[in-house]
């Protein structure tokens, strides 16, 4: 079982910043592949971003040059950098862990953090 805690969250002005962590509970980022996901009221939840266990990074377009994830294996933590933030970008965040071995798919999730970004 590996645990997932997210941080950094809160309200932020339209066109701020803020950077999320994602603390794994064990030794996870060099094997899982590490993303984030969110979910605004009345919406489902959607990627965001994902970076494999080989550096390989994927982006929603909603994101893509204002959003920058990266991970330190050393501390098993994933960040979120978020810049230029707009009103829309407001939803719960959740960090997520993937690996796939043979026909066994695990999959893990925290426990969100709310972002909220005022216009």
């Known amino acids: 079982q590996v645990q997932l805690v997210e941080s950094g969250g809160g309200l932020v002005q339209a066109g701020g910043s803020l950077r999320l962590s994602c603390a794994a509970s064990?030794?996870?980022?060099?094997?899982?592949?590490m993303g984030w996901y969110r979910q605004a009221p009345g919406k489902e939840r959607e990627l965001v971003t994902t970076?494999?266990?080989?550096?390989?990074?994927n982006y929603a377009d909603s994101v893509k040059g204002r959003f920058a994830i990266s991970r330190d294996n050393a501390k098993n933590t994933v960040y979120l950098q978020m810049n230029s933030l707009k009103a829309e970008d407001t939803a719960v965040y959740y960090c997520?862990?993937?690996?796939?071995?043979?026909?066994?798919?695990?999959?893990?999730w925290g426990q969100g953090t709310q972002v909220t970004v005022s216009s």
């Open positions: 064990k030794i996870i980022n060099n094997i899982y592949t």
């Open positions: 997520n862990a993937q690996r796939v071995v043979g026909p066994v798919r695990y999959n893990y």
């Open positions: 970076i494999t266990s080989g550096g390989s990074t």
